[in-house]
């Protein structure tokens, strides 16, 4: 999520990364984080920097463009709810591979621009 500002209101929150503000925490579907000491402000805003560090989402600072970065929930865990999308691309000899003929193995993606 890219913010210009970091007092959004709880809403602009939701709609960017999915977790609801209520009482009992930061919550997205059946799944709910305390956050002990945070409040929305009178006027609707959240405190990102302290959201970000509440949920362990890491905060960037772009300081030539004047822009900050919120990144995913991580805590160290392992990514647990991400799915590949179907992905087929060609091969060495122009025939056509599914990466999900790969499913269930150890794989390893290295992709290379020019740019």
Do not use: N, Q, Y
């Not at 409040?39 to 970000?52: I, K, L, M, P």
């Amino acid at each position: 999520m890219l913010l210009d500002r970091l007092d959004i209101t709880a809403e602009d929150l939701r709609r960017a990364t999915g977790w609801d503000i209520k009482p009992e925490g930061a919550c997205r579907g059946d799944s709910c984080v305390p956050l002990p000491g945070f409040e929305v402000g009178a006027d609707g805003t959240v405190d990102v920097r302290g959201f970000a560090e509440r949920m362990d989402m890491p905060l960037v600072r772009d300081e030539a463009h004047g822009l900050w970065a919120l990144g995913p929930r991580g805590g160290g865990r392992v990514l647990d709810d991400v799915v590949l999308p179907e992905i087929a691309l060609p091969d060495f000899d122009g025939r056509t591979f599914e990466v999900a003929s790969l499913r269930g193995r150890k794989v390893l993606l290295l992709a290379w621009a020019s740019w």
